[in-house]
Nanobody, 121 residues
Framework: QVQLVESGGGLVQPGGSLRLSCAAPGRTFTYLAMGWFRQAPGKEREFVAGINWSGGRTNYADSVKGRFTISRDNAKTTVYLQMNSLKPEDTAVYYC??????????????WGQGTQVTVSS
């Protein structure tokens, strides 16, 4: 299984920006579709954005479309999430995971610690 480490979260005011990173070791990463998910207290984990193995195709939840951009650098085995125009409702712990469509892979069991994003004035 793949080991993932999320970073880049923090406290930001509404309208601000953050760039999240998801790093994983190994060659296997380059062949995996990856995505970002988030979970707020009392809510289920939800899909945010996904990217195919080559980086040539992306998809987004309607709630973040036009504000967030997912990208990847396979040489660095890292996936990024550029988050602009942040809103309070974006507040959550953000996780990355291998994806199958707009959900995490059914065989994925190794969620990282995630990175906290707090949007507040």
């Amino acid at each position: 299984q793949v080991q993932l480490v999320e970073s880049g979260g923090g406290l930001v005011q509404p309208g601000g920006s953050l760039r999240l990173s998801c790093a994983a070791p190994g060659r296997t990463f380059t062949y995996l579709a990856m995505g970002w998910f988030r979970q707020a207290p009392g809510k289920e984990r939800e899909f945010v954005a996904g990217i195919n193995w080559s980086g040539g195709r992306t998809n987004y939840a309607d709630s973040v479309k036009g504000r967030f951009t997912i990208s990847r650098d396979n040489a660095k085995t890292t996936v990024y999430l550029q988050m602009n125009s942040l809103k309070p409702e974006d507040t959550a712990v953000y996780y990355c995971a291998p994806t199958d469509g707009s959900r995490w892979r059914g065989d994925f069991r190794s969620w990282g610690q995630g990175t906290q994003v707090t949007v507040s004035s």
